[in-house]
């Protein structure tokens, strides 16, 4: 429990000709205690739009006003509007933590200081009562957990043309989904920076490399960004993991691969007849989709240049994977998906919006 002691200052305008008043010593020392709750917050298991992380002590004298939570972590600063029954929203606190930290599912502790506007009650002196401002003196910490869902990040530079949409994305892998891959031709020279799904465009908490020059393997960081150096010009996989925040560039063996002028996709969606044709990122290898919509279930496979001698499929693994050479079909649930495919891997993800 942190206690922290009020100190008070008037909105009203004061004619200072008129004769001083010690009002002061008409308005009690107001206390704000602030507990955080015991608990992990989980935020996968809150159904509600706001979650209780602190616990405001009764005030005698005054009323209730605002509050924030500041929020710190590393240098960095989020600001968390507090009511008075000491909820925030979980939309801003889920914000929060993935500023601050990542997106992994982990239990963290919140660290900063609450700052609080009272109201003192009106008195003779101050009929109007006073506006007072507090912030704890000492840090306040509760846990949290952000839910467990699938964290996509997305590279912009060299391999898309430094375009902000489309970006490419990384794969996860099905051992480990914070553990996520992208192959792709690199020039070895400002190969580009990273950003989770929801942020790209926002060059702000794009992420990068902690040295900007040519390594095989490194540290990720939202600080001092930095961009990503391949070790040399070439076909490259990129492995990222945002748990560990750390990347390493592994050299393909195939460093000529094929070319296609279309890859489509095909199934029981449009009675196996014709593609419904994907876009390429800048020659990058790295197809798209955007707001692809199945009105039902349905089964359907990758194709090259509209024809079946290349085909990719995969019988199982969903929302993403690696299709194989004439796999079985793909099985895909009724919705609108951002669709994105590798032809150098076969790797495939549906991002259902």
């Known amino acids: 429990m942190l206690v922290a002691g009020l100190t008070s200052c008037t909105e009203d305008y004061t004619d200072w000709k008129q004769p001083a008043q010690n009002t002061q010593q008409e308005q009690k020392t107001q206390v ?13 298991t809150v159904e509600t739009e706001s979650v209780k992380v602190v616990e405001f002590g009764e005030l005698e004298g005054a009323t209730f006003v605002e509050a924030t939570f500041n929020a710190v972590q590393g240098g960095k600063t989020f600001v968390l509007s507090v009511a008075e ?3 925030v929203k979980v939309a801003d606190l889920k914000k929060a933590i993935s ?7 982990e ?27 507090v912030e704890t003196e000492a840090a306040v910490t509760f846990r949290a957990m952000l839910p467990d869902v699938p964290t996509y990040c997305f590279l912009t530079g060299n391999p898309n043309g430094w375009a902000t949409e489309p970006s490419v994305p ?9 553990v996520q891959t992208l192959t792709t031709y690199f020039n070895s020279s400002w190969d580009g920076k990273l950003w989770y799904r929801e942020d790209v465009g926002n060059w702000e908490v794009a992420m990068g490399a902690e040295k900007e020059e040519p390594l095989t393997e490194g540290k990720i960081v939202s600080e001092n960004v930095g961009c990503f150096f391949a070790p040399s010009e070439g076909f490259y996989t990129m492995t990222i993991d945002i748990k560990n925040m750390t990347y390493r560039f592994t ?17 029981g969606f449009n009675g196996w007849g014709g593609d419904y044709e994907l876009i390429q990122a800048n020659k990058s290898h790295v197809w798209h989709a955007y707001d692809f919509t199945l009105e039902s279930d349905s089964e359907l496979k990758f194709r090259a ?6 085909n990719w499929g995969n019988g199982s693994d969903f929302p993403y994977g690696k299709g194989v050479q004439n ?20 790797q495939y993800l549906f991002i259902e919006k």
């Not at 990384?170 to 989904?177: A, C, G, K, S």
């Open 32 to 44: 704000l205690t602030v507990t955080p709750v015991a608990e992990v917050v989980d935020l996968e």
């Open 85 to 87: 029954d000491g909820t």
């Open 99 to 105: 500023s601050l930290y990542n997106r992994t599912r």
């Open 107 to 133: 239990v963290r502790d919140v660290t900063g200081k609450v700052k609080a506007t009272l109201k003192t009650l009106p008195t003779e002196v101050q009929p109007q009562g006073l506006t007072v401002y």
């Open 170 to 178: 990384f794969i996860p892998t099905l051992e480990n989904q914070n």
């Open 251 to 267: 050299e393909c063996e195939e460093q000529f691969p094929a070319e296609y002028s279309k890859i489509g996709l095909i199934g």
């Open 305 to 310: 240049n509209g024809g079946w001698d290349i």
């Open 327 to 346: 796999g079985d079909n793909l099985k895909v649930s009724a919705g609108t998906y951002d669709v994105y495919f590798n032809d150098l891997t076969g």
